[in-house]
């Protein structure tokens, strides 16, 4: 065992920058697309082009200021357009007396949310101007905000053990699912070095030596789950120590994350034994893998794929489970009781797996 393990570490060794690489890729992915529940504070210029643009301009802002990370700034219309045109702000605002228009010169995720805010804004106008009629709508805001200081239903919401609902990050659900996805990459490639090796006719060599056939499949499987391990162990450290992450309880994470791989190690056997040279499986793998994400709905918030036959093929590989236990250890502090189920299920699919996957390689001829 030992020495099929050291020269698999060899072969990587000397050439460690496809790990490297996929360590870098884990990093960067979630830095691009995990901040979308990290809104940052945004600017955008207002301004009116009416007779009576002052008093349109402090009509509206004064409604306008309560937002917590949109700042509105009284503009003239040049100097809008001018920030708006060299980007120093994303947005400026035309105000009219009942409307507005976007003024921007990209589509960034903070233009929505100015956007949807600014129009919920005008909406409440609208409707409370249309139920004053002709009256005054200042003695209407005023009796509608006593009102609602104390409403007649109150409803109040908290969580099971009487604690604060916390929000659900899917950033941080981002983070587990690319940083496992692009580890099931390097496992996989590992894991073909066995089919590398019979085809080149090292195998064959090897069972003449003192190394036993069993010792021989431990070497390999065991040095894929080390890279794998190895590579989440840096990825998850990085993000914990170095950029502030809070991860929750770090030891269930490697534990979660030492069955993921586990887990995968034994699908990307059962793969290699289906196919028949590391060629094909450098064709089936890199294509199968990337839809794993998609049909287990890693990219998207819980509940959103429902159809029951896209569920269940994505309960078949440990990818689902495996994010499902780190983020209910992340974000709901959960237990060993509460993650024992996807625990067990990727020991089940990893069981199943490799029985089966060493099988059919033993039996190819």
Same mark, same amino acid.
């Given at each position: 065992?030992? /020495?099929?393990?050291?020269?698999?570490? !060899?072969?990587?060794?000397?050439? /460690?920058?496809?790990?490297?690489?996929f360590i870098g890729l884990s990093i960067i992915a979630t830095l691009i697309f995990g901040d979308i529940d990290r809104i940052e504070q945004t600017t955008a210029m207002v301004y009116s082009t009416e007779p009576n643009a002052e008093a349109v301009e402090e009509k509206w802002l004064e409604?306008?200021?309560?937002?917590?990370?949109?700042?509105?700034?009284?503009?003239?219309?040049?100097?809008?357009h001018e920030q708006v045109a060299e980007g120093a702000?994303?947005?400026?605002?035309? *105000? !009219?007396?009942?409307?507005?228009?976007?003024?921007?010169s990209s589509d960034m995720p903070n233009i929505q949310i100015v956007e949807q805010y600014v129009h919920k804004v005008f909406t409440e106008e609208a409707q409370l101007e249309a139920a004053a009629g002709d009256g005054n709508t200042e003695k209407l805001r005023s009796e509608l905000d006593s009102y609602l200081e104390n409403p007649p239903i109150q409803v109040q919401t908290e969580s099971i053990d009487?604690?604060?609902? /916390?929000?659900?990050?899917?950033?941080m659900q981002l983070l587990f699912g690319f940083t496992l996805f692009i580890a099931m990459f390097t496992i996989g490639f590992k894991v073909n070095g066995i089919s590398g090796d019979k085809v080149s006719g090292i195998w064959n060599r090897l069972i003449l030596s003192p190394v036993s056939k069993t010792n021989m499949y431990i070497?390999? *499987?065991?040095?894929?789950?080390?890279?794998?391990?190895?590579? !989440?162990?840096?990825?998850?450290?990085?993000?914990?120590?170095? !950029?502030?992450?809070?991860?929750?309880? *770090?030891?269930?994470?490697?534990?979660i994350t030492a069955v993921f791989t586990l887990s995968m190690v034994s699908v990307a056997m059962l793969i290699t034994g289906i196919v028949k040279t590391p060629e094909q499986f450098n064709m089936v793998y890199p294509s199968l893998i990337p839809m794993i994400p998609v049909i287990s709905g890693v990219y998207m918030l819980p509940g959103t794929i429902s159809n029951p036959v896209l569920q269940f093929i994505g309960d078949m590989f440990p990818l689902s489970h495996g994010v499902e236990?780190?983020?209910?250890?992340? *974000?709901?502090d959960a237990g060993w009781n509460d993650i024992a189920l996807p625990i067990a299920l990727?020991?089940?699919?990893?069981?199943?797996?490799?029985?089966?996957?060493?099988?059919?390689?033993?039996?190819?001829?």
């Open positions: 065992m030992y /020495p099929v393990f050291m020269a698999q570490w !060899m072969k990587d060794k000397r050439k /460690p920058y496809i790990i490297l690489l409604g306008l200021n309560g937002h917590e990370t949109i700042d509105f700034i009284i503009s003239d219309k040049e100097e809008a702000i994303d947005v400026a605002i035309h *105000l !009219m007396e009942n409307d507005y228009r976007l003024i921007t009487g604690g604060e609902i /916390p929000n659900y990050d899917m950033g070497g390999h *499987l065991l040095y894929s789950f080390c890279v794998g391990f190895l590579q !989440m162990l840096i990825v998850f450290l990085i993000f914990h120590y170095v !950029m502030g992450y809070d991860l929750g309880n *770090l030891s269930m994470i490697l534990v236990a780190m983020t209910d250890v992340a *974000l709901f990727m020991l089940l699919i990893g069981v199943f797996s490799m029985g089966i996957g060493i099988n059919m390689v033993e039996r190819r001829k």
